[in-house]
């Protein structure tokens, strides 16, 4: 299973140092991947197993984009993955899909291993099914669904940072739908805490899962390396 952690605008280089350190000592005997997207000022080379993606980077070598990260400051941590697609990035920062799917294909050329995520905020999530489902296929306009260094992370974005979830049928159900779509291994994330996701793991076609705020705490994200280790051994 694909277990990973999203640190946000959290935890400067000297705290990521402490957590990688930890989290290395619980990977050890983990057969699980692990990745982890630390917040930007935080990319380093880690003496680590765990993947480091990048939470964004300009789609550019390197450039006149000021406040942006561009392919060269990835290259210098050997950084080949990247989170694309967040719902805070597309609702807070305002990427526009057009921009997302620009970004996707630079990526792409690059070799990265993309982590791309899609999901509905809540009116949406209120109205149809149909309504529903078309406007998260939206969210795969000028994505290549069949890349093969892909991972899609389905992320209801009412759940992100809330404590809610949807129900386990729901989540079985979006899933089921989105894996019409690609092959790619799909994450589940939203509200994922110790407490839920053992169970969260077991629903159907759920191959991992991206973890936000309860990540933070490495000895909780241990705990769910530690849970998907057990299930992969009943
Ligand atoms: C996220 O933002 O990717 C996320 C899953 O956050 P949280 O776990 O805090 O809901």
């Known amino acids: 299973m694909i277990i990973a952690a999203n640190l946000k605008t959290n935890l400067t280089r000297s705290a990521t140092h402490d957590y990688m350190k930890e989290l290395q000592r619980c990977v050890q005997n983990s057969t699980q991947e692990v990745i982890v997207f630390p917040a930007t000022s935080s990319l380093d080379c880690y003496d680590t197993t765990v993947t480091i993606g990048a939470?964004?980077?300009y789609?550019?070598?390197?450039?006149?984009?000021?406040?942006?990260?561009?392919?060269?400051?990835?290259?210098?941590?050997?950084?080949?993955?990247?989170?694309?697609?967040?719902?805070?990035?597309?609702?807070?920062?305002?990427?526009?899909?057009?921009?997302?799917?620009?970004?996707f294909h630079y990526f792409k050329e690059q070799g990265f291993r993309i982590v791309y995520c899609v999901g509905e905020p809540l009116e949406i999530r209120e109205s149809s099914k149909d309504e529903m489902l078309?406007?998260?296929?939206?969210?795969?306009?000028?994505?290549?669904?069949?890349?093969?260094?892909?991972?899609?992370?389905?992320?209801p974005v009412w759940a992100i940072g809330t404590g809610k979830v949807p129900t386990f049928e729901d989540i079985r159900e979006i899933h089921s739908e989105l894996k019409k779509k690609?092959?790619?291994?799909?994450?589940?994330?939203?509200s994922v805490k110790v407490?839920?996701?053992?169970?969260?793991?077991?629903?159907?076609?759920?191959?991992?899962?991206?973890?936000?705020?309860?990540?933070?705490?490495?000895?909780?994200?241990?705990?769910?390396?530690?849970?998907?280790?057990?299930?992969?051994?009943?």
């Open 195 to 234: 407490n839920n996701v053992k169970d969260i793991l077991q629903v159907e076609n759920v191959d991992g899962v991206l973890v936000g705020s309860a990540a933070l705490y490495v000895d909780h994200f241990c705990t769910m390396i530690g849970y998907a280790d057990e299930l992969e051994h009943i």
């Open 134 to 155: 078309t406007y998260i296929h939206k969210q795969f306009e000028g994505i290549d669904t069949e890349y093969n260094n892909l991972i899609i992370a389905y992320e």
């Open 55 to 57: 939470q964004n980077a």
């Open 59 to 103: 789609p550019v070598e390197k450039g006149a984009f000021t406040g942006e990260i561009g392919l060269e400051h990835l290259q210098e941590f050997k950084i080949k993955t990247i989170l694309i697609g967040h719902s805070e990035r597309r609702h807070i920062l305002g990427e526009s899909q057009e921009f997302i799917a620009k970004k």
């Open 182 to 190: 690609s092959s790619a291994p799909l994450l589940y994330g939203g």
